[in-house]
């Protein structure tokens, strides 16, 4: 049987956050007639939701955009690009991609398409979205027509951002198993080296009923792993005091959701800031075992003067105390962060502090980044004084020292039985791969791939720096 269906790529860059995203950009795009193709040179829309964030992401959106303009010569093809994109660098794309939007404006892509003077799927699917982003399904998709000028202005649109209907959108969920639920978005920190407030603007707290529904239905349909997504989890309601519950109190409705249905699974959250983390967040995570023992807490530095040039607005005591607390709450918990090295004027010696405070807090994870400068971002306007070559160096520094307590932990769990959830193939030959409640990488010899979204259990035989392996446990 041919498949005549028009079909579309997204490429995804950056945080989870961009991925949750995506799965809803991919409903609107499926129902106006779109079918998913993992082959970006088969698609006849093509887009991007690109992370201004870090430059290797905005080096990628350059990458793929000079090739997909290449095939215009020879082939339909309308190019979009979406998600955290800078003032700076939106100038930049307007002139590479056919249209750019905030996804929040996603359900006005028919009308966009429209507009650029194609003939598509769009054309059956124009006035079907209903009130509150209900999506209706559509006739059969039309066959493209060519595209006259390549080199048309594109289509920006500079409509008001909505955000409370993006996240009326249900989501073409990835996994059978696996899922992110968006619970809060934008951030009101300014942490001085960040350029998310000025790509995704101010704290918005989803509705905590809409959180429940969706979270309500994922259980019900057997999903296993849960995250909650933030740029600031846990100031979820801050912007609503009064109408709206606290992080605290929407977890403990999750845990009584979870202790009620019966079912089995875990519910994370990332990312949280020390600045609004207490202690009753991690007393309600004790409480309930659907709650995931696992906290990734961003550190960013372990020196005071360094998280005062951040606008951190917490001290390296502050952050201390809340580990501490963690430890005492939640004995059994991984502990993740992130850390830049080489920060506008950092030392050696505030960079020694940094590695001194990893090797006390022990943290089973860090993902490091040597800084790089955003425009948009106040630090963008300092001098990026630190040479690339000692970022290089510090960053292989804190990468030694967490493989030191990350492997000292792993292979405190050889002979110990542990669950895991599975999650598919491993790359070594003949293994499955899965994450244990603690998120850490765990394989087993077997091939037997229905075993993908199950909880299982294994005896750990060997432990490396980021990964267990060990045995089926045959129950």
């Not at 049987?1 to 995506?22: E, P, R």
């Not at 020879?74 to 939007?101: M, Q």
């Not at 968006?182 to 960040?194: E, L, M, R, V, W």
Request: glycine residues 6%; positive net charge.
């Amino acid at each position: 049987m041919i498949d005549n269906a028009i079909k579309y790529h997204i490429v995804t860059l950056g945080c989870q956050m961009n991925k949750s995203d995506s799965e809803r950009v991919s409903t609107v795009i499926e129902k106006m007639g779109y079918r998913w193709t993992d082959h970006e040179e088969e698609a006849a829309l093509l887009g991007v939701l690109s992370c201004s964030v870090r430059q290797k992401s905005i080096d990628k959106v350059y990458s793929l955009i000079r090739k997909w303009n290449s095939w215009k010569n020879n082939r339909n093809l309308i190019t979009f690009v979406s998600g955290c994109v800078l003032p700076a660098d939106k100038e930049k794309f307007l002139k590479l991609f056919d249209l750019i939007f905030p996804v929040s404006d996603i359900q006005q892509l028919p009308q966009m398409i429209e507009q650029y003077g194609v003939v598509t799927p769009v054309s059956h699917f124009i006035g079907q979205l209903l009130p509150g982003g209900n999506l209706l399904h559509h006739k059969s998709p039309m066959t493209l027509t060519p595209i006259l000028n390549h080199t048309a202005r594109p289509l920006l649109q500079e409509t008001v951002t909505d955000i409370y209907e993006f996240w009326k959108i249900r989501p073409l969920y990835n996994s059978s198993y696996e899922a992110f639920i968006p619970i809060q978005n934008g951030c009101d920190k300014f942490c001085t080296f960040c350029a998310v407030p000025y790509t995704r603007g101010r704290e918005v707290s989803r509705p905590s009923d809409e959180i429940m529904d969706e979270l309500t239905n994922l259980i019900n349909k057997g999903y296993k792993s849960i995250t909650l997504l933030g740029q600031n989890v846990n100031s979820y309601g801050l912007d609503k005091k009064g109408q709206e519950i606290t992080f605290p109190q929407l977890l403990r409705r999750i845990g009584e959701l979870g202790k009620q249905s019966g079912k089995d699974f875990w519910v994370y959250f990332t990312s949280p800031h020390p600045r609004d983390m207490t202690d009753e967040v991690l007393e309600v995570i004790a409480a309930y075992p659907c709650l995931a023992r696992q906290i990734h807490l961003p550190l960013q530095s372990g020196d005071d003067k360094v998280l005062a040039k951040m606008n951190r607005k917490h001290t390296v005591d502050d952050y201390v105390r809340i580990i501490r607390t963690i430890r005492r709450i939640l004995p059994d918990a991984t502990l993740f962060t992130d850390i830049i090295v080489g920060f506008t004027g950092e030392t050696d010696e505030q960079f020694e502090n940094t590695r001194k405070l990893m090797a006390d807090l022990k943290f089973n994870m860090a993902y490091i980044a040597a800084y790089s400068p955003r425009p948009g971002a106040v630090s963008s306007r300092w001098k990026d004084d630190v040479p690339h070559a000692l970022k290089k160096q510090r960053l292989h520094i804190l990468t030694e020292e967490l493989t030191r307590h990350s492997l000292n932990y792993n292979q405190g769990l050889v002979g110990k039985d542990v669950r895991i959830l599975v999650t598919g193939a491993d790359r070594k030959q003949g293994y499955l791969s899965g994450y244990t409640e603690g998120r850490i990488v765990s394989r087993f010899k077997s091939d037997d791939l229905s075993m993908a979204g199950s909880f299982i259990f294994i005896r750990v035989s060997s432990a490396s720096p980021y990964a267990i392996e060990g045995t089926l446990i045959k129950v």
